[in-house]
């Protein structure tokens, strides 16, 4: 059923309250492929759990919301399974159900919010893992054709929260399916972040995928600020990747400031740190701030526009390139 009007507050974690002239889930290809046809002649816009958008403006067009469920495995051998998972399905029950059934490569993920849809779209990723590691192919809609096109790793063109979809084929297809390659005996990865100091607190020498998927889970819930309570899009910016020479002027200048080598002998740095450097931690700015544990997230106390936030990270990118030298880019969808 089409909604006219709707309300898309519940449907964008940031719960920003714009409107779209129209709105309807679709859970098959021929439901998505019917309501193209119907409304061709206007705008649209695919959602999953709306976690990477900030809605500045109602939207004068159809908002699609991905419903297209399934847990499939494809193949199974001694050391792996490829499973083919429905765009629409949440993004932490699939980890879960991973997790459950022995299937290792996504613990690291847990806890990230959204569809699994959405997941290709910036390669997302979380404590040394992203999915271009455990990705097989997709199967997308192209809406001009609408035909099923299928993406292998390489045709995706996945990078550091980019891939083919939020570039060159920004608003052309629609991600049904994704498939992926899960180890059976996986070997956890427990580099990253504070995932063995985690580990250690509760006593655990030889983890599990389990034990890794909870530990995330744990150390995310401690430090990220629960959507349903406070309004969100995880981190707003991405790390920004400089040449060496401007990596190089803030080591002078703050001998401790993180520094990670990055593709092309540039550097990545913590935007979280730049702008914590910069003193916006914990500022409120009307309705909207930065939060008080983590400067890389913004977020809405109550009632927030969404050009109020996106002004405030404005603020912040003009504070930072005139602090340090370095330009900012948002990594959540403006719309
Ligand atoms: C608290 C919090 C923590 C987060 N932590 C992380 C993290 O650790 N790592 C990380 O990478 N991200 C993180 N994110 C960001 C977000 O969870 C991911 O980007 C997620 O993949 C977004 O999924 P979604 O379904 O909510 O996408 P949406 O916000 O609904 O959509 C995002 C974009 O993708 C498009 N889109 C959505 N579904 C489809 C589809 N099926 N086909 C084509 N286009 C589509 C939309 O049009 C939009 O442009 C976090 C967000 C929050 C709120």
Sequence with gaps: MVEKNSSLKSYNTFSIDVRASYFSRFST???LSALFQEYK?????????????LLTKDFDGLVLKNEI???NILEETADSVLVKIGGGENWHEFVLWAVENGFGGVENMSLIPGSVG??????????GVEIKDVFDHLYAYHIETGETHLFSLEECQFGYRESVFKRFLKNQYVITEVCFRLEKNRKVNTTYGAIEQELQK???SFPTIRDVSNAVIS???SKLPNPTELGNAGSFFKNPVVDSTIANKIIEKFPTAPVY?????????AAGWLIEQAGWKGKTVGTCGVHKLQALVLVNYGGSTGNQIYDLSSAIITDIQEKFGVTLEREVNIL
Aim: proline content about 7%; aromatic content about 6%; hydrophobic content about 35%.
């Design 29 to 31: 290809t021929e439901e």
């Design 41 to 53: 002649n206007y705008p649209f816009l695919i959602i999953g759990g709306g976690s990477n958008l």
């Design 69 to 71: 469920l399934g847990k």
């Design 219 to 221: 150390i995310r819930q």
């Design 202 to 204: 509760i006593g655990i």
């Design 261 to 269: 080598p990055a593709e092309n002998g540039k550097k990545k740095l």
């Design 118 to 127: 959405a997941s290709p779209m910036q390669n997302i990723g979380a404590y």
